[in-house]
């Protein structure tokens, strides 16, 4: 008789307790809002697909996840292009106060979002950047930013300062050799660094909230608003919320090599 361990049970366990929610979700998308708020049923008994298609027709709903893509796409390119010279500032020079301004990096990632919320409503009211996918992109920066500092400053010190002399001496210039040579030795960091800031972007709903009306009002606040003459449509949002999965469940499975690489490092 085989026996499973029970290091194999409590995973499992664990994995169905985090399968449980997604698994209603789909459930739920699948389902009339008569059935849901009727009856309890573990599969739809009139499976319908209208939920779907009307995200995928409704420019309301489509567009949320259009302008979604567009700000987090922005923002982790910002993120990991600002990221990249300053981490290796921090990983090859010793100056004045590197240890105090990478510590004040940090504390920008651990501040709340609501802190930032009404001066950058603010400011981009006054510059005219309100309601525009940069506006989004750049907030997020003030968070994903210090965190992509951070990963890629650990995957850069692991690389032996003497790659840079002998790249110097063999006659490169400082960008040639960065680009050429050194990212790609830290291409499992950028990976990570990418994976966490698109991650961060797309799930912060407050500053993307407030900071965005019409023409760049993401997923996360159409789902927030959709209460009609005839209530809570349970249907639809089930459906958004799958969708909305989709995207991260994506980059995860494209980048699982380096965040694996990652952890190994212990930089993650």
């Known amino acids: 008789m085989m026996r499973v361990k029970p290091s194999a049970f409590v995973m499992g366990i664990y994995l169905l307790f985090l399968l449980v929610p997604i698994y209603w979700l789909v459930n739920m998308s699948f389902k009339t809002n008569a059935e849901i708020l009727g009856s309890f049923t573990l599969f739809p008994n009139d499976l319908t697909l209208r939920n779907y298609v009307i995200i995928l027709t409704d420019p309301s709903w489509y567009m949320g996840y259009v302008n979604s893509l567009i700000y987090v796409v922005m923002n982790t390119v910002i993120s990991i292009t600002v990221a990249l010279p300053a981490a290796y500032a921090f990983s090859r020079y010793s100056f004045m106060g590197d240890k105090h301004l990478f510590f004040w990096l940090l504390t920008n990632r651990m501040s709340p979002p609501a802190v930032f919320a009404l001066p950058f409503f603010q400011l981009y009211s006054s510059v005219g950047l309100f309601d525009t996918h940069i506006a989004v992109a750049l907030a997020h920066c003030l968070f994903n930013v210090p965190l992509a500092v951070w990963i890629l400053e650990g995957f850069m010190r ?3 300062k003497e790659i840079d002399e002998t790249a110097y001496i063999d006659g490169y210039g400082f960008w040639r050799f960065f680009v050429k040579i050194f ?5 499992s960091g950028i990976g ?9 972007s797309w799930v912060e709903l407050l500053l993307s909230r407030t900071l965005t009306s019409v023409n760049a009002k993401p997923i996360a606040a159409t789902m927030t608003r959709t209460v009609s003459a005839s209530g809570m449509d349970w249907g639809v949002l089930a459906a958004a919320g799958v969708l909305t999965i989709i995207p991260g469940a994506l980059v995860i499975y494209f980048v699982r090599n380096y965040i694996a690489k990652g952890f190994a490092l212990g930089r993650v």
């Open 158 to 160: 692991g690389v032996p």
């Open 183 to 187: 990212m790609p030795l830290i291409a």
């Open 192 to 200: 990570v660094a990418a994976f966490f800031c698109f991650m961060f």
